[in-house]
């Protein structure tokens, strides 16, 4: 069987998916060939070529010319009036849509694994076609997004999800979004929870730091102007800083002024986007671990600092219950008060730290990237029967 996987994102818990599932299904899987599509990373080192083939391709630079024949009206039909003037959507829809389907056609694919939030919907081959949904944020949160990725999750998006012939969420929550706000029948559906990487892990001979640590894009549903009040609200009580480590993100601005507002330019820094060798340096060194996002398909980062033997903080929204169990406390994300409280009581109590650094240790058990690639192997299995 030929199996082809589509990378789709570079950055976040995305792209660190689709790097551990792939190293994963090369590396264990002997029964299948695998064509990787727009593969952007080397992660085929020490692989037998003949277990993988790359296709990579990119659109014309003046993919306008396309637009001529009026091939987007005839292809895209009732969504031309949306697309018009969008190119964002437009350059996307004719790589998606136009080009990719016809780059794959003679390449006797099997199965078509999209894995991030795309299959190929108008120009459809007879291979099965499964699709990896991380979260709808955009649905659930369209005033955190631009225009052009709410009106995806509005219009296009459903349509995706209607001609997958199985749907792979990351999370019971994710499942229960589709199946509530898309109508998705749940039978269509499997829930695969991801993986914590080996190289998040724990160590009692690393000194702690006197800092507490987030992690995320600097985005509105990360929550980071909460959790920067809630610090304000602490910062007599402890010589801790805040360090927020996360790529820049529409939310940036906002965060550097409530950080001028509360005069903690010199206890609270930003570090940006850093490689994964740096970060897991910044976790094992880290006092406390606080996630107050309002939203997640997931959420890999409290696993991550868990791993790390980092106690953790954590919204009691979306999936991070389902993820975290009660290895970690859970606060209101909105409730400034709620969060500060809770990092109080940690720092006050190194019982309640040992235990829940303890407690996340165990927990993280549960999450091996090993057996999110073996259960996604038996969905090829059985979706091809």
């Known amino acids: 069987m030929k199996i082809a996987l589509f990378w789709q994102v570079s950055y976040g818990?995305?792209?660190?998916?689709q790097v551990n599932l792939i190293k994963n299904l090369?590396?264990?899987?002997?029964?299948?060939?695998?064509?990787?599509?727009?593969?952007?990373?080397?992660?085929?080192?020490g692989i037998d070529d003949e277990k993988y083939s790359i296709l990579n391709f990119q659109l014309p630079l003046d993919f306008r010319y396309i637009m001529k024949k009026n091939s987007i009206k005839l292809i895209?039909?009732?969504?031309?009036?949306?697309?018009?003037?969008?190119?964002?959507?437009?350059r996307s829809k004719i790589g998606e849509e136009i080009i990719l389907p016809q780059k794959i056609q003679d390449k006797n694919i099997d199965i078509f694994h999209g894995l991030g939030h795309y299959i190929p919907t108008y120009n459809k081959g007879k291979y099965k076609?499964?699709?990896?949904?991380y979260d709808v944020c955009p649905f659930l949160?369209?005033?955190?997004?631009?225009?052009?990725?709410?009106?995806?999750?509005?219009?296009?998006?459903?349509?995706?999800?209607?001609?997958?012939?199985?749907?792979?969420?990351?999370?019971?929550?994710?499942?229960?979004?589709?199946v509530n706000y898309f109508n998705i029948d749940k039978d269509k559906i499997e829930v695969i929870y991801l993986g914590v990487e080996k190289k998040y892990s724990y160590s009692n001979k690393i000194k702690k730091n006197k800092y507490i640590l987030s992690v995320g894009t600097l985005q509105p549903r990360k929550n980071f102007v909460n959790l920067i009040k809630a610090f304000s609200l602490i910062k007599n009580n402890f010589e801790h800083k805040l360090v927020i480590v996360g790529k820049k993100g529409s939310d940036y601005i906002n965060i550097l002024e409530e950080i001028k507002k509360h005069n903690l330019e010199n206890r609270v820094f930003i570090q940006g986007y850093i490689s994964d060798k740096q970060l897991i340096e910044i976790y094992k060194s880290a006092d406390l671990f606080v996630f107050p996002s309002l939203y997640e398909g997931f959420?890999?980062?409290?696993?991550?600092?868990?791993?790390?033997?980092?106690?953790?903080?954590?919204?009691?929204?979306?999936?991070?219950?389902?993820?975290?169990?009660?290895?970690?406390?859970?606060?209101?994300?909105?409730?400034?008060?709620?969060?500060?409280?809770?990092i109080k009581k940690i720092l006050n109590?190194?019982?309640?730290?040992?235990?829940?650094?303890?407690?996340?240790?165990?927990?993280?058990?549960?999450?091996?990237?090993?057996?999110?690639?073996?259960?996604?192997?038996?969905?090829?299995?059985?979706?091809?029967?």
Do not use: Q
């Open 13 to 17: 818990g995305i792209r660190t998916t």
């Open 299 to 342: 959420g890999l980062p409290p696993l991550e600092a868990m791993a790390c033997g980092i106690p953790v903080i954590a919204s009691n929204t979306s999936s991070l219950p389902e993820v975290i169990g009660d290895a970690g406390i859970m606060i209101d994300p909105k409730n400034v008060n709620d969060i500060a409280d809770a």
């Open 141 to 178: 949160l369209p005033e955190t997004y631009s225009k052009d990725v709410a009106d995806y999750y509005n219009y296009i998006f459903p349509k995706r999800l209607e001609k997958a012939d199985k749907i792979i969420t990351i999370s019971k929550n994710t499942k229960k979004d589709l």
């Open 129 to 133: 076609s499964i699709m990896t949904v």
């Open 76 to 90: 895209f039909n009732d969504e031309y009036n949306l697309l018009k003037g969008n190119f964002r959507l437009i």
């Open 349 to 385: 109590s190194e019982k309640l730290k040992n235990d829940l650094i303890l407690k996340g240790l165990e927990r993280t058990k549960m999450f091996e990237w090993k057996n999110t690639s073996n259960k996604i192997l038996k969905i090829y299995e059985d979706i091809s029967n």
């Open 26 to 45: 090369l590396k264990n899987d002997n029964k299948h060939k695998y064509l990787l599509i727009n593969l952007k990373e080397n992660l085929t080192e």
